[in-house]
């Protein structure tokens, strides 16, 4: 390797430097070699099984390179805003070729081979390239890269995204290429799936969070309480997929037997209920108004007995109209109890994060219960005899609306349809069964195969395993409401968010003063002023950014904007003709703090500090 590589990537990518340097046994027993053309260039030759192939022309790989790039041009628009992935970077042709026809247009390298890249890194200087134009460079040096790297790119960029593979490499690396084709294709689905979750949700997180405070300060945090009730004991978590009708008999079991104790999530609950089955406890997280339709039947029959154990970022209205026992859990997305809670004796406030899924947040719930092993049931995550949830549940339409876009496998190892959004879910129940170390048993006929989780029908499960009563009734009873936070820390707390907030108000009142004076600048082209300005602007937003309330409240109600906006910033900070780029800024900085000030004027910031303020005061003066 160069050393000017090794300089460059112990600088930016030094994870990458080191599994290169971890493999260098492997790479030198590489059948990738370097070979003269005709016309005293250099190409790569490979071995693939019984065939030679050559990463690039044998005879004139610089006129083969102006030609990829020439068929590029043809099928795709490339300008300032398009990024470009190059897949497969063989000794670079091609990406010289690009960056002298589209200089000012974004690219990122990947090679799917170390062997390659390391024949590329000993050839061609990194720094020769564009390096501020250059987003991402990574290797397929472990299961993780293809990922790493799709994230980078996402965060870093919001253009259009072109692949530009090297065509050889379709070939040559064949499996890998189509891998990382889909795996792009799943996480530009992703992206815009969270993106538009954000959106929906953003609001609604801090207003929620808002109005529930008053019952997560008045009601028993489910994950402080003394664990040894659940300790190493089997839970059944319930979810509302097709397969749960096919459970019902084997559920009344286990419920008078008392073999395991069973937790409803989400639009379960109604389909127990339909069916005579009153679960140990319900779970929901849910931020939308929409939720409270899932216990309609509940409230409307009287049940009051059954424990709700709600995130605190859930649907105000579902606690309001719940007059049962209650029990929270902190949930990452909530910026207030985060912002003012504290154990007495000054432990962290342990919290559960946020999922696709109320099933995926109650998996980690009963993991940090200590249960010692959870039994799946009705977890499809894909659809099943054309339905998508169980009988009993009135609210939703049971039949597939969404577009049913990709196959997998189902616990049998055939192959059936799910959606983007189930097989999300499916990712990150995966990545919580793997990195919380749980035993899990998937008991949902005809659902995803779900890795980690070991596929055993309910019959087998209770003979072989629930063989015995664990459940006696009192469990929750027992888990009474507690002084555990911090009064005096919540006093200071809500003091300092009150001048927070008075500092808040300020300091939008001048960034809104100082970007009108900026655009008036650069409307008579004065860049000089309008830099000196800007700078100024730029103080004061900094000063926003540190701001308690601008953090826990304002910033998180408008989080998407304010994210694409940082993002924006960024790549315009690129840009050398200064009077363009204090343009480019105030277009996109006003909009986004526009949004602030419409918050602020129409007295919703004031609400939400005299609703905080009313709860923590009643809470501290309580004995």
């Known amino acids: ?68 790039i020439d068929k590029l041009e043809e099928r795709e628009e490339i300008d300032t805003n398009s990024h470009v992935i190059f897949y497969g970077l063989g000794l670079g042709y091609h990406i010289d070729a690009f960056v002298r026809r589209f200089p000012d247009t974004t690219f990122s390298l990947y090679e799917p081979s170390e062997e390659v890249f390391e024949i590329f890194l000993n050839y061609k200087k990194l720094k020769d390239l564009p390096i501020k134009k250059m987003i991402a460079v990574q290797c397929e040096v472990n299961t993780e890269a293809m990922d790493d790297f799709f994230n980078t790119v996402l965060i870093n960029t919001d253009k259009k995204t072109i692949i530009m593979d090297l065509p050889i490499y379709q070939n040559a690396f064949e499996e890998q290429y189509t891998q ?3 795996r792009f294709m799943e996480a530009i689905k992703s992206k815009r799936s969270l ?27 489910i994950l402080m309480q003394d664990k040894n009730n659940f300790k190493n004991k089997t839970a059944i978590l319930v979810s509302a997929g097709p397969s749960l009708d096919y459970e019902i008999e084997n559920l009344h079991t286990i419920k ?24 140990d406890a319900m779970c929901t997280y849910d931020p939308k108004e929409e939720n409270r339709t899932v216990f309609k039947k509940v409230n409307e029959m009287k049940i009051n007995t059954i424990p709700m154990l709600f995130g605190s970022s859930v649907g105000y209205e579902v606690l309001k109209d719940y007059t049962g026992p209650q029990y929270h859990m902190i949930t990452s997305q909530d910026t207030v109890s985060n912002y003012f809670l504290k154990e007495k004796d000054g432990k962290e406030i342990d919290k559960v994060n946020d999922a696709p899924s109320i099933a995926v947040v109650t998996l980690e719930l009963l993991s940090k219960l200590e249960f010692s092993t959870i039994i799946l049931v009705g977890q499809n995550l894909a659809y099943k005899d054309e339905k998508n949830y169980a009988k009993g549940i009135d609210y939703h339409q049971n039949d597939i609306e969404e577009i049913k876009e990709q196959k997998i496998k189902d616990v049998l190892g055939n ?26 048993i998937n008991t949902t006929v005809g659902g995803a195969q779900i890795e980690g989780a070991k596929f055993i029908p309910m019959d087998n499960v209770i003979n072989d395993i629930l063989q015995h009563k664990i459940v006696q009734g009192d469990e929750f009873k027992s888990l009474m409401q507690s002084d555990l936070y911090d009064k005096e820390y919540l006093q200071s707390k809500i003091n300092l968010l009150d001048d927070e907030f008075t500092d808040y108000v300020g300091l939008l009142s001048k960034i809104k003063q100082h970007i009108l004076k900026v655009r008036e600048l650069l409307d008579i082209s004065n860049t000089k002023q309008a830099g000196i300005m800007y700078e100024r602007l730029d103080s004061y937003i900094v000063k926003l950014e540190a701001n308690d309330f601008f953090n826990v409240i304002a910033m998180p109600m408008n989080r998407v904007q304010y994210e694409i906006l940082s993002n924006d910033v960024q790549r315009i900070k690129r840009e050398k003709n200064e009077l363009k780029r204090l343009k480019r800024l105030i277009k996109h900085i006003k909009p986004v703090f526009d949004l602030l000030y419409i918050d602020n004027n129409n007295n919703l910031n004031q609400n939400i500090m005299k609703v905080l303020s009313n709860n923590i005061n009643n809470f501290v003066e309580t004995k």
């Open 1 to 68: 390797m160069l050393a000017d590589n090794i300089v460059f990537l112990k600088k930016n990518y030094p994870t990458l430097y080191e599994a290169l340097k971890n493999d260098e046994d492997k790479i030198k027993k590489s059948s990738i070699v370097l070979e003269d053309t005709k016309n005293n260039y250099k190409t790569l030759k490979m071995t693939k099984g019984d065939k030679t192939l050559y990463l690039h022309s044998k005879y004139d790989p610089i006129r083969e390179a102006e030609s990829i």
């Open 180 to 182: 990382f084709s889909n």
């Open 195 to 221: 993106l538009n979750t954000n959106y929906s949700f953003q609001n609604r997180w801090i207003l929620n969070s808002v109005n529930n405070f008053d019952k997560v300060l008045n009601t028993p945090n």
């Open 256 to 279: 008078e037997k008392g073999l395991a104790y069973i937790f409803s999530v989400g639009s379960a609950i109604n389909t127990l209920l339909y069916n005579d089955i009153l679960p």
């Open 415 to 440: 192959e059936i349809l799910t959606s983007v959004s189930f097989n999300d879910m499916r990712k990150q129940m995966e990545f919580y069964i793997k990195s919380l170390n749980i035993s899990v």
